[in-house]
């Protein structure tokens, strides 16, 4: 069974990096799309991007693309969601989730995690 | 980019009765649309999927329906845990999006 666990909450300051994780504790990592989707307090659901496990290609949303980059690595079966400079608008609970079936369109996340809250304050 | 507009942004009901959440989108996306419960402090949750399949383990007062632009969600009978957050969310091509969701109180 795919479960998905992610990292611990953060506390940043704006200008510093910040890597958090997404893991298939299920071992059916493989060929899978992985999602990102950022919950600002109070606020609804966005979609960020997401990465296909099988050959690391990735979809952004232009909202989110060149703020952040998304990766995995396979071998691990960990996704990553990664920020070079946090600003405090980054302040949200993000979540990790997986697409199935494995197609570009149709998909839906059927499996999240249970969210990674970042606070970025100074 | 595709546009979703969901409505009503919040709702008051009471336990038993019938609702009905609607969203549209700014073109055309056959059936990739996807429909998911959000309670507070935890992670969203599928309820439907390609418009109208429902996901396993979910009531069957859930339903969804709709092709091309329009699509709804409607919860038959009202029950108390049913009382949380909807949000739509299309998966026709990327970058895919989510409505702006729609609270449902307690009246």
């Known amino acids: 069974e795919v479960q998905l666990v992610q990292s611990g909450a953060e506390v940043k300051k704006p200008g510093e990096s910040l890597k958090i994780s997404c893991k298939d504790s299920?071992?059916?990592?493989?060929?899978?799309?992985i999602g990102w989707v950022r919950q600002m307090p109070g606020k609804g659901l966005e979609w960020m991007g997401m990465?296909?496990?099988?050959?690391?290609?990735?979809r952004y949303s232009p909202s989110f693309q060149g703020h952040v980059t998304i990766s995995a690595d396979k071998s691990l079966n960990i996704a990553y969601l990664h920020w070079s400079s946090l600003k405090a608008s980054d302040t949200a609970m993000y979540y990790c989730?997986?697409?199935?079936?494995?197609?570009?369109?149709?998909?839906?996340?059927?499996?999240w995690g249970q969210g990674t809250m970042v606070i970025v304050s100074s | 980019d595709i546009q979703m507009t969901q409505s009503p942004s919040s709702l008051s009901a009471s336990v038993g009765d019938r609702v009905t959440i609607t969203c549209r989108t700014s073109?055309?996306?056959?059936?990739?649309l996807n429909w998911y419960q959000q309670k507070p402090g935890k992670a969203p949750r599928l309820l439907i999927y390609?418009?109208?399949s429902l996901q396993s383990g979910v009531p069957s007062r859930f339903s969804g329906g709709g092709s091309g632009t329009d699509f709804t969600l409607t919860i038959s009978s009202l029950q108390p845990e049913d009382f949380a957050t909807y949000f739509c969310?299309?998966?026709?091509?990327?970058?895919?999006?989510f409505g702006q969701g729609t609270k449902l109180e307690i009246k």
């Open positions: 299920g071992n059916r990592f493989s060929n899978s799309w």
């Open positions: 969310q299309h998966s026709h091509s990327t970058p895919y999006s």
């Open positions: 989730a997986r697409q199935w079936p494995s197609n570009i369109v149709g998909g839906f996340f059927d499996i």
């Open positions: 390609d418009a109208s």
């Open positions: 073109q055309s996306i056959d059936s990739h």
């Open positions: 990465i296909y496990t099988g050959d690391s290609e990735i």
